[in-house]
């Protein structure tokens, strides 16, 4: 079975404060992607990495930066956290081949005061 | 960004009933999937259709490339479908999702 695993689960943030959401996936996958939920928006991408070592922007990438230090792993990283990044955040892990499916995290609730 | 909409917003039926949700997409794509998010849950994909017609138990999906659309049909509806139906279109290698479906099923 696919896992991927968010940490933490829920955050309280101060407006300015650094917050770090963290992801483990054991699929062995190349491909990982952060995205954010909101009402009326649907999920947005903010980063992906093809790999270690890579990231590359999405369609929101303002005032995020990601980090993929192994084939496992990929973080989002909120130097300077807003109230306007209050939001869910989901992970997601997949082989890249046209047609395979992403296999998501149980999301991460942020809350920026 | 690509641009991927859905309708209806929201959809509320009895059980029993059948439910018809949409998706349009702007530009040309890779493939169409549709995932299912229960409240307040993680997302799993339940359909993965670039073309023609798909059928798994009471879900069909039909995506027709040239008009740019994809539909979800579920038959027969039961209160454990309740939850949120977001379609994405696969641009290579990234996943462009819609706001999605949220189907309210009744007793």
């Known amino acids: 079975e696919a896992a991927v695993t968010q940490s933490p689960r829920n955050k309280v943030a101060v407006t300015g404060g650094k917050v770090t959401l963290s992801c483990n996936q054991t699929n062995n996958h190349n491909n990982m992607y952060w995205y954010r939920q909101d009402t009326g928006h649907g999920l947005r991408l903010i980063h992906y990495?093809?790999?270690?070592?890579?990231?590359e922007k999405g369609d929101i990438p303002d005032g995020y930066k990601a980090s993929r230090p192994s084939q496992e792993n990929f973080s989002l990283i909120l130097e300077l956290a807003t109230p306007s990044q209050t939001s869910v955040y989901f992970c997601?892990?997949?082989?890249?081949?046209?047609?395979?499916?992403?296999?998501f995290g149980e999301g991460s609730r942020l809350i920026v005061v | 960004g690509q641009q991927v909409q859905q309708s209806p917003t929201s959809l509320v039926l009895q059980e029993g009933e059948n439910a018809e949700l949409q998706c349009n997409f702007s530009t040309s794509l890779n493939s169409m999937q549709w995932f299912y998010q229960r409240p307040g849950g993680s997302l799993v994909s339940v359909f993965y259709n670039p073309s023609g017609t798909k059928q798994s138990g009471r879900l069909t999906s039909t995506t027709v490339i040239k008009e740019r659309r994809s539909s979800l049909h579920i038959s027969s509806s039961q209160i454990t479908d309740s939850g949120t139906y977001l379609c994405?279109?696969?641009?290579?290698?990234?996943?462009?999702f819609g706001s999605g479906t949220k189907l309210t099923v009744e007793p």
């Open positions: 990495s093809y790999g270690a070592g890579s990231t």
């Open positions: 994405a279109m696969s641009n290579y290698n990234v996943l462009y």
């Open positions: 997601a892990s997949g082989t890249g081949i046209s047609g395979n499916t992403l296999y």
